[in-house]
């Protein structure tokens, strides 16, 4: 599949139906489900109703990180909650491959995910929400411009244990982008 929006070193596109095996598989490890709260086990039957149902959800976009030099799908980024009238969207992101995290590509996931966001589809904030416990995790979005919103005390149930979640957010970043970006992903759709 052709890109949709691409970067220096990736490119977004649409999930599609042969991304539900690896991304499955990806769900189901520690590493990416404690981080990005997903409730596993699922199955993959579940997993294919949930991705048929994306098809029709217009408050939801899912894209596949792939890399530009071998067009290997990392990771995931995804927009949901998308309230055109309020003009704000919830944001996750995961890098599946530990030899691929630390290389940039979560950074450059998530700066093109934002411009489309924000210029196409006219956001004024994107938001997401982490365990406080994990502070890489915090600081990886502070470096990119996210900031802390607020604490939600024991708001979810992780090992048995509540958990408290900070609520991060960033603003339209529409002047702080290169226009190259802009003129080069300004007919971006998924």
Not at 22 to 49: A, C, M, N
Request: hydrophobic residues 40%; positive net charge.
């Amino acid at each position: 599949m052709a890109p949709v929006i691409e970067g220096d070193n990736l490119y977004l596109r649409k999930l599609v139906v042969s991304d539900l095996n690896r991304t499955w598989e990806w769900l189901h490890r520690r590493d990416i489900y404690s981080k990005i709260g997903v409730q596993v086990p699922f199955t993959k039957e579940q997993q294919f109703r949930w991705f048929g149902k994306l098809q029709n959800d217009d408050t939801k976009i899912v894209c596949a990180i792939c890399r530009n030099i071998d067009q290997i799908h990392i990771g995931n980024v995804s927009l949901d909650m998308i309230d055109l009238r309020h003009r704000n969207a919830r944001l996750s992101i995961f890098i599946a491959n530990p030899a691929a995290r630390g290389q940039g590509y979560g950074s450059e996931a998530l700066t093109l995910q934002e411009q489309y966001a924000f210029f196409k589809l006219k956001l004024h904030k994107i938001w997401c929400k982490t365990d406080a416990g994990h502070p890489e995790v915090l600081h990886f979005y502070e470096r990119l411009g996210y900031l802390q919103e607020g604490l939600l005390r024991e708001h979810e149930v992780k090992d048995g244990q509540f958990v408290d979640k900070v609520i991060l957010a960033k603003f339209e970043i529409a002047k702080v982008l290169e226009r190259k970006s802009q003129e080069s992903n300004s007919n971006a759709s998924f």
